[in-house]
């Protein structure tokens, strides 16, 4: 933690790490972002609860590839993180269910949590979130795929590494903001449906490692990069 030692003084926005900006709708300075990407930071009590839902007025969160564990705090209400639009907590070793608090961030536009150890099931409600970037992969999420998984309106989608088992949803033809989706390695089975043909902006799309049967959409072949 030798970038800790930097954080001295009472002004936190000249800490490494953090910035401040002036809130959208006040005349205040307040502490915006947190980026500790790669910082390294470890320790046997290193959560984000007392930490991540103390910042308020935060509007980007990033601490990939330290050694933050445990589960992310639950009891954050929207009013507490009604400005958190980015939130990229990636290789880490989080664990428990999935942080059900990122629901109540409604502007949340970026969620990376993959390579943890999140396990259970994955929120319908998830798929609902504005979201252009949703990467779940690399985790221990186990269930059948939503019904709704097409309302997502990402660009990026990412569940592969998981246990997610059953037929993916023939919502998911929906999604037609899809620009790279990844399924593979997971317990899928059946059919690929029919609608998945209707990803016509996708250019990777990758269901390999799974149990998936039958033929495969004749549009399938027209995309750039596929894998089964």
Known sequence: MGIAKKW????????PGFKCATLPDQKVTALAAADFNGYGFSGPDL????????????????????????????????SRIRY??????SNNNHSGGFPRSVLQATNLTFLDIRFNSFSGPVPAEVFNLHLDVLFLNNNEFSQQL???LGSTPALYLTLANNKFSGPIPRSAGNARNLLEVLFL?????????????????????????????????????AWKRWTA
């Open 146 to 148: 939503p019904k709704n």
């Open 8 to 15: 001295e003084g009472s002004d936190v926005c000249n800490y």
């Open 84 to 89: 958190l639009s980015e939130l990229d907590i």
């Open 47 to 78: 959560q984000l609860t007392d930490f991540l839902d103390k910042l308020f007025d935060l509007c980007i969160y990033h601490a990939n590839s330290n050694n933050f564990r445990g589960p992310v705090p639950l009891d954050i209400s929207t």
């Open 185 to 221: 390695n997971n317990e899928l089975e059946g059919c690929l449906p029919y609608e998945i043909g209707k990803l016509n902006k996708a250019v990777v799309f990758d269901v390999g490692g799974n149990k998936l049967t039958g033929l495969y959409p004749i549009h399938l072949h």
